[in-house]
């Protein structure tokens, strides 16, 4: 992915133009003032420039809650918190035996866990002993990676097969078929049903190959969500992991943290920190298209080369990254549009993933030509969906005409 600083103005493959007189990533002379800024900087609080405790004009409540505290006493408290939670969620995870419910639970909080452990080592790496804080990320992102593989493929199942649905329109056809059928009793749609009967159908292509499409998809998936599963059990009973869970166990209690570093004042070491994974945040998304996004329908995202996700990917493990980090200095004043911007790009990897499933299922040897049509629709479907997502997401990220940095919230 190409990264660019405050002064990237457009991509080279970008076209030129779009709502308010912007330009690439920013706006021309006589545009909405502060467009660029909001590029660059995302959504800020209403002070105007990324503020990394996330707060907004005023007295900033973070300064006492860091007053008097060093960085080091900040960081390992929410590190043993959130090692506390991975713990928790591990005991839950084994007392769920039989309950599917309970341990799909169970597995999600692990995550969410492993994920706020990753990402603070990741963000304030330079406080920590290095090597050891690199080795437990690298060993929480195989293990949040294992267990986040059959949740999925059955998310993905069941996205795909309800766009399925909707696409063929069943329910609306089996509603159409039973008004046809309540006139034909009281005889007065024997005539119009006779004329439908001789029409063409032109949803005919789709229907006939939907059932075929859906059973193929729904044996790849449940088959890939299978294998994850098992994969997930092995892990779990693995020695890799047992150690993993030993290292966490240390973490609750002992954050191995380097001296020099953590000791100075929490209010001068951990904000600049912050700050800095915001604008790595910054810098990948004013490399996007965001102009090109912002026009409904644009048809960027139907591009067969789909290399082009990447960027948007990695936006979004970088605003999880700023996101966490705010939770770190001022937990109750983090910037709900950064969640919000979150969502967005959680749905644009979600729409993706279902467009390469259905891809993938069409390059499946020796199926009819109807199946591979209702696949490619499919296909298409989802790709709109990931056009939808980054709209959102620049209506999140950047401010609205009139300059109000609430906008599209």
């Known amino acids: 992915?190409?990264?660019?600083?405050?002064?990237?103005?457009?991509?080279?493959?970008?076209?030129?133009?779009?709502?308010?007189?912007?330009?690439?990533?920013?706006?021309?002379?006589?545009?909405?003032?502060?467009?660029?800024?909001?590029?660059?900087?995302?959504?800020?609080g209403h002070g105007g420039p990324y503020d990394p405790h996330g707060?907004?004009?005023?007295?900033?409540?973070?300064d006492e809650r860091l007053g008097g505290h060093t960085a080091g006493e900040v960081l390992a408290g929410y590190l043993h918190r959130q090692s506390g939670d991975l713990l928790r969620s591990l005991r839950l995870h084994r007392e769920s035996g039989s309950d599917a419910e309970g341990a799909g639970e169970a597995t999600w909080q692990l995550r969410c866990a492993a994920r706020r452990i990753s990402a603070t080592?990741?963000?304030?790496?330079?406080?920590?002993?290095?090597?050891?804080?690199?080795?437990?990320?690298?060993?929480?992102g195989w293990l949040s990676g294992t267990l986040a593989r059959e949740e999925a493929c059955a998310a993905r199942r069941e996205r795909l097969m309800t766009?399925?649905?909707?696409?063929?329109?069943r329910a609306e056809r089996a509603e159409r078929a039973g008004r046809t059928n309540r006139g034909s009793a009281t005889g007065r749609g024997d005539r119009g049903a006779a004329s439908k009967a001789a029409e063409p159908d032109p949803e005919g292509a789709l229907s006939a190959g939907a059932a075929?499409?859906?059973?193929?998809?729904?044996?790849?998936?449940?088959?890939?969500?299978?294998?994850?599963?098992?994969?997930?059990?092995?892990?779990?009973?693995?020695?890799?992991?047992?150690?993993?869970?030993?290292?966490?166990?240390?973490?609750?209690?002992?954050?191995?943290?380097?001296?020099?570093?953590?000791?100075?004042?929490?209010?001068?070491?951990?904000?600049?920190l912050a700050e800095q994974a915001h604008r790595r945040l910054a810098e990948a998304v004013a490399a996007l298209p965001l102009s090109r996004a912002?026009?409904?329908?644009?048809?960027?995202?139907?591009?067969?080369?789909?290399?082009?996700?990447?960027?948007?990917?990695?936006?979004?493990?970088?605003?999880?990254?700023?996101?966490?980090?705010?939770?770190?200095?001022?937990?109750?004043?983090?910037?709900?549009?950064?969640?919000?911007?979150?969502?967005?790009?959680?749905?644009?990897?979600?729409a993706a993933e279902a467009a390469a499933a259905a891809a993938a299922a069409a390059r499946t040897p020796r199926i009819t030509p109807a199946t591979a049509y209702a696949l490619g629709v499919l296909h298409a479907d989802q790709r709109h969906e990931v056009e939808a997502a980054r709209f959102a997401f620049g209506r999140v990220w950047l401010p609205g005409p009139a300059g109000d940095p609430g906008w599209g919230r």
């Open 1 to 44: 992915m190409t990264r660019g600083g405050a002064g990237v103005a457009q991509r080279h493959d970008q076209p030129a133009g779009g709502p308010a007189g912007l330009t690439g990533i920013g706006y021309e002379l006589g545009g909405a003032p502060g467009a660029r800024a909001a590029v660059v900087d995302g959504p800020a």
């Open 294 to 350: 912002g026009h409904p329908y644009n048809a960027d995202a139907l591009a067969a080369d789909h290399r082009q996700d990447a960027p948007w990917h990695q936006a979004r493990m970088l605003v999880r990254l700023s996101r966490y980090a705010q939770e770190v200095l001022a937990p109750e004043h983090a910037d709900p549009r950064l969640a919000e911007a979150s969502r967005a790009l959680g749905r644009h990897r979600d």
């Open 212 to 272: 075929r499409a859906g059973a193929l998809l729904d044996r790849q998936l449940t088959l890939a969500r299978t294998r994850a599963h098992s994969t997930a059990l092995q892990a779990l009973g693995s020695s890799r992991f047992h150690a993993l869970a030993d290292s966490v166990a240390v973490l609750a209690s002992e954050a191995p943290l380097a001296r020099t570093a953590a000791d100075g004042p929490a209010g001068e070491v951990l904000p600049p």
């Open 163 to 169: 766009a399925l649905a909707r696409l063929t329109g």
């Open 55 to 62: 707060l907004h004009d005023g007295q900033d409540p973070a």
């Open 121 to 140: 080592l990741h963000t304030f790496r330079p406080l920590t002993e290095e090597t050891w804080a690199d080795q437990l990320r690298s060993e929480l």
